[in-house]
């Protein structure tokens, strides 16, 4: 099977990122959130960029849908490069108290020169930025212990910004998605269409349902302490070893779905999104 061809709309990225420049000038800290289970495809080229001298604290989110032993070997593995991750569940709020801290603390050096300068301190200020549904939305309201922004699927659709106060010592902007406005690496697009962090993107349902498929294989061949060689026939009471991605999609349409093969990549990619495949990365550490 071919790679499929993932489309976007510049339109739509150029002008979030606009948004996001302007922005970049008021803050003090980034909050730079991936998906736990891609966190080297939710990882945007240009943020060593944007991030410049500022703080920047790296959240990884949607940690509940991963093994805790691969939160571990991240761990290790940023830890390794120089850098900290902070898990977080933020659907439900677990982590965002060491994210609210980590935030503070890195913001604390920008006081620091105010008061050198004489100037008084004032609140941290902090931007959450990631791509289109890796939750930030949902990050910012568990931050601010209240629903205060909307998520919104395509890249710099926005709600009107503004500063919310966290507590005395920290204020935070929420950003638009962010996406590169091209992605070469045509497996880290899929793996980003796969988990629905790609906003409005055009892409055809069965292919990436099948590369899911494959790529599944290719893991559990690779790690099978991580992802079990059972994950798709225990869902669907069908196994998948001797099939490419594409020939199951097609099998298991005609063995419970009749035939309707995009049914089939529908309820495959909703059930992996879902989580109902169980914890399941699709990205390990590199070795």
Known sequence: MSSPPIQWYPGHIAKAERQLLDQLKKVDVVLEVR????????????????????????????????????RQQWTEWFDANGETPYFTDAQ??????????????AGAQMNQRRRDRGMLPRP?????IGFPNVGKSALINRLLKRR?????????????????????ELELLDAPGILPSQLK????????????DIGEAAY??????????DLLKQLQ???????SEDVLRSRYDFASESLTGESYIEA????????????????ILNDFRKGNLGAVPLELPPQ
């Open 92 to 105: 439900h709020g677990k982590g965002v108290d060491a994210v609210s801290q980590a935030a503070q603390a």
């Open 35 to 70: 998906d736990a289970r891609i966190p080297l495809s939710t990882h945007h080229p240009q943020m060593k960029q944007w991030v410049n001298n500022k703080g920047r604290v790296l959240v990884l989110n949607r940690m509940d849908m991963i093994p805790p032993r691969l």
């Open 124 to 128: 941290v200020r902090a931007v959450v």
């Open 252 to 267: 298991l349409s005609e063995h419970r779905y009749q035939s309707d093969r995009e049914k089939t990549a529908r309820q």
């Open 221 to 227: 061949a690779i790690a099978p302490n991580v992802v």
């Open 185 to 196: 690496d045509q497996m880290a697009a899929i793996k980003l269409a796969i988990c629905d």
């Open 204 to 213: 055809d349902n069965q292919r990436i349902a099948a590369a899911l498929v």
């Open 148 to 168: 205060v922004v909307e998520s919104a699927r395509r890249p710099g659709v926005t709600r009107q910004l503004r500063w919310v106060r966290i507590s005395d």
